[in-house]
């Protein structure tokens, strides 16, 4: 069996400014895991720190046993540590369809150059064909992309990431800027996610955070205050003082 990703004392400097400190995680196969915390409170440089942006300052990251902490980007992208971002990085001119060929073609090395003559190979339109299915998506498989709602479009990046075949996936604040209507999308994407897959979900939105999360990690001047399920973190004292503002009580 895996260990999955497993953080020790992982800590990150900005010259005299602390903004990681000796942070200790575990994300092993199947996690579905929130990390939550006020504005500052190093969430994003956490999440850049354990897919290769940031080097540490001290710490380590191991997956599966072994050390990437020297690893840049895009060899942990191969290893199968993938993040989404806050804002879409989609090609906008492009369908849902010609998107998702993209991000298979990438993953497979072969390049935009084989873009045209891919939409002939089987393996590939199969493997779209199956993103498109999980996620809902094939209603609009030859819809332009920028004439997509938001929603739609934050799904076709987290169909673009699947495309990766990552083991660990890093949501950023997967519904920033999407509608309250439409944030059910998000929420019944997350839902569907394959079983093994460990999800590190960052986000600002309680009530996705308390539906889709098993565990809570609250993070606080870069330091863990504290981590327990949904329950126990909407009754902590502390946790309802220093973040939840009595919601969820």
Known sequence: MTEGLVVRGLSKRFGGLVVSDGLDFDLPPGARKALIGPNGAGKSTFANLVTGIHAPSSGSIRFDGADISDMDETARVRLGIAKTFQITTLFTGLTVRENLRLAVLERERRGFRLFCRADGDPEVEAEIAALMDQLALEPLADRVVERLAYGQQRLVELAMTLALKPRVLILDEPAA????????????????????????????????????????????????????????IASDPQVRELYLGGAHG
Not at 185 to 198: G, H, M, Q
Not at 211 to 225: D, K, Q
């Open 177 to 232: 800027g999407v509608p309250g209507s439409e944030t059910h999308l998000i929420t019944d994407a997350i839902e569907a996610l394959p079983a093994d897959l460990a999800v590190l979900i960052i986000e600002h939105d309680m009530e996705l955070v308390f539906r889709v999360a098993r565990s809570i990690v609250v993070l606080v001047a870069g330091r863990i205050l504290t981590e327990g399920t949904p329950a126990q």
